[in-house]
């Protein structure tokens, strides 16, 4: 494949339209969405992708019903104690971004010792955006930065500032992928995504698969990206 993008970010959107479409509860669609999350994985590794970030639960997803919020909290739960050992053999780093105070202390042990245990990994990044939102995010990082003694906000750049969000040592999303067919960011790493390309699909997440990853992947590969500079074959 010609060129690959070092960071991809999936909204994974249409699970509940999915599970109706087919006569399931709401929640059937989210178990199955999470068993794609190990394809997009997979799939990744294999082309190359180092960096790979999922958007699993917004901050405006608590306003949910209780038994959904508290189902989807147990799937990553499950998902993250299921999957530690292999992520650890494989050399994964994994991280989690957003406000996790806030979740379910359980899933914060799950969260705290996959991250602490695969902290000196390099090789390829997992990343899950949980209680995430990007106008939050931006509200937590002026509060760190106004706390932090050591710093000069006459002498602030984008390079200070981006230290204090949740994706700090994250690059920036080269691609990011929508299914469901909607075409909107929502709330989602929306300063991280400035030069990001956008790809949007209507298939529902659970329907989404290696297939259409790599459709994406290819379409990424034959766009453009200027960054707002002037491509050098048309500037004569
Ligand atoms: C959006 O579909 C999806 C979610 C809110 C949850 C996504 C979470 C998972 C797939 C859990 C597993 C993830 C990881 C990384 C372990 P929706 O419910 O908004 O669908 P709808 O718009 O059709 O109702």
Not at 6 to 14: C, F, P, Y
Not at 145 to 165: A, G, H, P, S
Not at 184 to 210: C, I, V
Not at 223 to 228: A, L
């Amino acid at each position: 494949m010609s060129c690959i993008p070092r960071h991809v970010a999936l909204i994974m959107d249409g699970n509940g339209r999915w599970a109706q479409a087919h006569g399931l509860p709401r929640h059937e669609g989210h178990r199955r969405g999470a068993s794609v999350v190990k394809k997009i994985l997979r799939a990744s590794e294999k082309i190359g992708i180092k960096y790979v970030t999922f958007f699993a639960f917004s901050s405006e997803n608590f306003s949910r019903p209780k038994s959904e919020v508290t189902f989807l909290m147990n799937l990553c739960e499950k998902f993250f104690k299921k999957y530690r050992k292999t992520i650890c053999e494989k050399e994964i780093r994994f991280r989690a971004i957003g406000n996790l105070s806030q979740l379910p202390l359980t899933l914060q042990l799950a969260i705290e010792e996959l991250t602490s245990s695969t902290v000196c990994f390099d090789r390829f990044h997992i990343t899950v955006a949980l209680n995430y939102g990007s106008r939050n995010e931006v509200v937590h990082a002026m509060e760190s930065l106004l706390n932090d003694k050591d710093v000069n906000i006459r002498d602030l750049t984008w390079k200070n500032f981006e230290q204090y969000l949740y994706t700090k040592d994250l690059p920036d999303p080269d691609l990011i992928i929508r299914t469901s067919g909607e075409q909107r960011l929502s709330n989602f790493l929306l300063l991280q995504s400035a030069y990001a390309e956008l790809y949007f699909t209507k298939t529902y997440w659970p329907d989404f698969g290696e297939k259409e990853f790599l459709l994406a992947i290819e379409d990424y590969g034959a766009r453009e990206r200027r960054m707002g500079k002037i491509n050098d074959k048309t500037n004569n």
